[in-house]
């Protein structure tokens, strides 16, 4: 047999067979064309030989190889025109294992699947993405090692400094990808996004804390994915060395966060997930060693937007550790600046349970702004403020968590709360920064501001040495007169069934009471000689 373009070079004297088996010039396989009638010259799938067609004959994909981009001297403009090529005739392409720099953007078409036997694509170029699959359908991109230029960062949902650009796409799936140095996101998809998979991928940058802050520049925008729309699932993936590392953007649905591992977040939060999203579940990630929040809910009161309501949230089994300075481990709360208005935007039907939080940088779990919600079976220890932190919460239960070492509270329940429980807790070690505020060291503090039909019942404090001045703190707020709104309704606690173990000054305080407690009973203190023992 002949090389392919032997057999093709004009005026050669080869017969002019129906069918006519060759070699390929650039992978060296044996391939068979056919004649036909009338087509475009592409120099691979579709030849000339004098005035007849001939095409290509293949089963289920292309090779970009097909189109020799690995030419001796070929520039790499050319790689990157040859390689749309290959793209542009909407069949499966296949990339063998290789090295390639483009200097353009490469673009998929509807239903086709872009695989790799461990091809890296390099991008030589700032503020161009890989591979464009905006408004597309029906595309996977699988297998790849993707990197950027590392340079050029530009933030917002314009910027093209990407790996996968996925505005407006539906039925995606990017998996078993590497991604590396993309200033702004491995993949961009603020709108519309819908029926999309990312799955089994690493996104690992060489960026550092002062790459993301130098020339007082602030490069928040700099994540591992970020993402917005409906169906949307993100699972088993790995991510390292960005500011942050998933960001899901505001509004969207039916959003599933899964088996994630997210290691070192160079600037802020290991998740951020955005106003108005709903039926969200965070589920089984490992989030550690995050410069702010390990995992963060936002609302936000929005005249724009007033839908922008967050759902049907759950936030379950995820492990947390090692947030940095003024980071919770997991946060939900209403970022409506307070000096412009008092939030009204509240999320509804939120659980957040079976989490492990370790080592947070300021409280644990830090809940606000929730109509109906479950804080339930968390393991949280080691927190430089509260253990628990609640505020402006409507028929919320917080029930059978461990929280232990903690520098401050156990449990805070800030103001603004009505109907919430906290029930069945275990508080072990609070109060143990010491700061000489006495409501700070305690199991649980009760704010006097506006909290009404607040119930404990059956949580058990134990102190360490002199640290935990008191079990519950109570604090009333005087109302002032005579026309006054009530700050504090002390008249609707409930304290049942507390156990306080090891305390330094009293098991409970009441600060500046004048209204008794609704029900105070059956709470024990110091039982180490109850019941008497029996003398023989």
């Known amino acids: ?33 056919r004649k036909i009638g009338t087509a475009v010259d592409d120099g691979v799938m579709y030849r000339k030989k004098d005035n007849d067609f001939y095409e290509r004959q293949w089963s289920g994909y292309v ?19 040859r390689i749309n090529k290959a793209l542009s005739l909407g069949y499966n392409t296949f990339f063998d294992e290789m090295s390639i720099m483009i200097n353009g953007t490469l673009y998929p078409q509807n239903n086709q699947k872009i695989l790799s036997n461990k091809c890296t694509i390099k991008q030589t170029v700032e503020d ?50 590497m991604f590396k140095d993309f200033t702004y996101s491995a993949v961009s998809g603020w709108l519309g996004v819908k029926h999309f998979i990312f799955r089994f991928n690493k996104v690992i940058n060489g960026f550092s804390h002062t790459w993301a802050t130098e020339n007082s520049s602030y490069k928040k925008d700099n994540v591992g994915i970020v993402v917005s729309g409906e169906n949307i699932t993100i699972f088993k993936n790995y991510f390292e ?44 990630n490992r989030v550690r060693n995050t410069m702010k929040i390990g995992i963060k809910l936002q609302n936000q009161d929005n005249p724009d937007h007033p839908e922008y309501v967050c759902n049907n949230i759950i936030i379950s089994n995820n ?53 109906l919600g479950v804080i339930s079976n968390n393991v949280i220890n080691d927190i430089a403020f509260s253990g628990i932190y609640i505020s402006d919460t409507k028929g919320v239960e917080v029930c059978n968590n461990n929280i232990k070492t903690t520098q401050e509270n156990g449990i805070m329940i800030e103001g603004n709360n009505y109907l919430l429980s906290a029930n069945f807790n275990t508080i072990e070690n609070p109060g143990m920064r010491n700061s000489g505020l006495e409501d700070l060291l305690t199991g649980i503090t009760l704010r006097g501001t506006k909290n009404k039909e607040i119930s404990l019942r059956y949580n058990k404090m134990i102190g360490s040495g002199n640290a935990m001045k008191y079990g519950v703190f109570v604090e009333f707020v005087e109302p002032e007169s005579p026309n006054y709104e009530q700050k504090t309704f002390q008249e609707t606690y409930e304290m049942v069934g507390n156990t306080i173990l090891n305390i330094h000054h009293s098991g409970y305080r009441f600060l500046n009471a ?21 003398q023989f």
């Not at 088996?21 to 064309?33: F, K, R, S, W």
């Not at 997991?330 to 492990?356: D, R």
């Not at 209204?515 to 029996?534: I, Q, T, W």
């Open 128 to 177: 161009k993405e890989i591979f464009n699959c905006e408004h597309k359908e029906n595309i996977s991109i699988q297998g790849f090692s993707l990197e950027g230029k590392g340079v050029g960062y530009a933030g917002g949902a314009s910027s093209k400094n990407v790996a996968i650009m996925v505005h407006y796409a539906k039925n995606l799936i990017i998996e078993k990808n």
């Open 1 to 33: 047999m002949m090389y392919a373009n032997a057999f093709f070079t004009s005026g050669n004297s080869y017969p002019n067979d129906d069918v006519v088996q060759l070699i390929d010039n650039y992978t060296h396989e044996a391939v068979v064309y």
């Open 319 to 371: 492990i947390v550790e090692n947030t940095g300075s003024g980071g919770d481990g997991i946060l939900i709360n209403n970022t409506t600046s307070l000096l412009l208005k008092v939030p009204e935007l509240y999320a509804k039907n939120v659980v957040v349970s079976g989490n492990v939080v370790r080592n947070a940088g300021q409280h644990g779990i830090n809940v606000r702004f929730v109509d």
């Open 241 to 284: 060395n960005s500011s942050q590392g998933i960001y899901i953007a505001e509004n969207s649905n039916f959003v599933s966060i899964s088996d994630n591992d997210i290691e070192n977040t160079i600037l802020e939060h290991g998740m951020y997930l955005d106003s108005g999203i709903s039926n969200l579940t965070v589920i089984g």
């Open 63 to 81: 090779n970009v190889l097909w189109w020799n981009i690995k030419e001796a001297g070929i520039s790499v403009s050319t790689v990157t025109e």
């Open 514 to 534: 004048n209204k008794a407690l609704r029900v105070f009973r059956d709470n024990y203190m110091n039982l180490s000689g109850f019941p008497p023992v029996e």
